[in-house]
């Protein structure tokens, strides 16, 4: 981990720089390959893919939880399949964790894939490539890119429930707080302005969405008639005081269950429904994520490239222990006995 006043510096670069991208963090080129599994479970792609048809058509909310998943494990030890361990006597995973709490689901699809592969294929698959792969089909099912997924990671024995609150951003982050947070993982402000695009889908809770409605909403979307009345809508989901904490919203209201870019049109139009998605759009400090919204508002396939480009990165943060001492799980939720 480079020194303080060393990141500190980096960080101004970052902010002020054309995407000075450098990683605090991540290892070298991971060893994963695209033919993983080609002698071992030929299948593998085949199997993920008809399992996520069916849970995406079931009911495409689905595609945003798997999205949400991976994401969720690759910031916590890398991606390793550890956002999946339930608690048990000897480990704590991060399920529990203030940020994961309530809000991470999707745990039965990955471990209906898991048990299909499982009689196809025993012992080979990590749940980690499962989670990996299921993301990427997660994206095409509901309208986004392809990209091909690199393959071959280890399943962690271990799980990071403090790293889980201190590596994830929440829904008030700042810029600065996101940036840094991206640049630890070695993803740079162009993969944070692409993969924020993942917002396109999926929904938030009233409890992540409350400071923002009663915050600088009103400032930022310039109180036109249709953004009033969006405001008072969000706001009768999600009243001020008193519970519906756990109400839900789409944070984009214009397609919620289609990958596309209107997402950047609603930051553009200062109706962001998280603080930490308007950010990008409004910080002072965002010369760059501004610049970048822009481009994606105005450029669907730009923003495709570029989501397809950033999601192999951040697949491609591994864990170097689970390399060393790693496995594939028989079952996602628990370490092998
Ligand atoms: C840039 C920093 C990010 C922040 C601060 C952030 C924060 C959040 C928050 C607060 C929610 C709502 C959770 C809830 O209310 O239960 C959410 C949902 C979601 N996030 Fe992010 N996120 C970020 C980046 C990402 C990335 C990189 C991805 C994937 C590539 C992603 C994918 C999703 C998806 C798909 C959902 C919807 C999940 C659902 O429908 O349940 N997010 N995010």
Redesign the pocket.
């Known amino acids: 981990m480079a020194p303080r006043f060393l990141q500190c510096f980096l960080l101004v670069l970052v902010v002020f720089l054309d995407d000075f991208s450098v990683s605090l963090h991540a290892s070298q080129d991971p060893p994963l390959k695209l033919d993983y599994y080609e002698s071992t479970c030929p299948s593998v792609l085949e199997i993920v893919r008809k399992e996520m048809e069916c849970a995406v058509l079931s009911d495409p909310?689905n595609a945003?939880?798997i999205?949400?998943l991976?994401?969720h494990d690759c910031f916590v030890q890398g991606c390793d399949g550890s956002v999946l361990l339930d608690d048990t006597y000897t480990l704590k995973g991060e399920k529990k964790a203030s940020i994961n709490d309530?809000?991470l689901?999707g745990f039965n699809i990955i471990d209906r894939i898991k048990n299909k592969l499982e009689s196809e294929c025993p012992g080979t698959v990590s749940c980690a490539d499962i989670l990996t792969v299921a993301?990427r089909d997660a994206t095409i099912l509901v309208g986004g890119p392809y990209w091909d997924v690199p393959l071959g990671r280890k399943d962690s024995k271990t799980a990071g429930y403090e790293l889980a609150t201190s590596n994830l951003?929440?829904?008030n982050?700042g810029l600065l707080s996101?940036i840094s947070k991206?640049l630890y993982q070695g993803l740079s402000v162009t993969d944070?302005v692409a993969?924020?695009g993942?917002?396109t889908?999926?929904?938030?809770?009233c409890?992540?969405?409350r400071d923002r409605i009663y915050g600088d909403y009103e400032t930022t979307s310039g109180m036109s008639p249709v953004s009033d009345s969006n405001l008072n809508n969000l706001r009768t989901i999600c009243p001020a005081t008193g519970g519906e904490d756990n109400k839900?919203s789409a944070?984009d209201s214009v397609t919620p269950n289609l990958f596309d870019n209107s997402f950047y049109h609603l930051l553009l139009k200062g109706q962001g429904l998280?603080n930490?998605?308007q950010e990008l759009y409004s910080s002072i400090w965002g010369i760059e994520t501004k610049k970048l919204v822009q481009k994606y508002a105005e450029n669907p396939v730009a923003f495709f490239e570029q989501f397809s480009e950033s999601?192999v990165k951040?697949g491609n943060i591994t864990n170097d222990q689970s390399f060393v001492d790693g496995e594939v799980r028989k079952n996602c939720r628990f370490v092998n006995t």
């Open positions: 909310r945003a939880l999205l949400r991976h994401f309530h809000a689901k993301a951003p929440g829904a982050e996101m991206f944070l993969l924020s993942a917002h889908i999926g929904m938030a809770r409890v992540n969405f839900e944070m998280l930490s998605d999601m951040m």
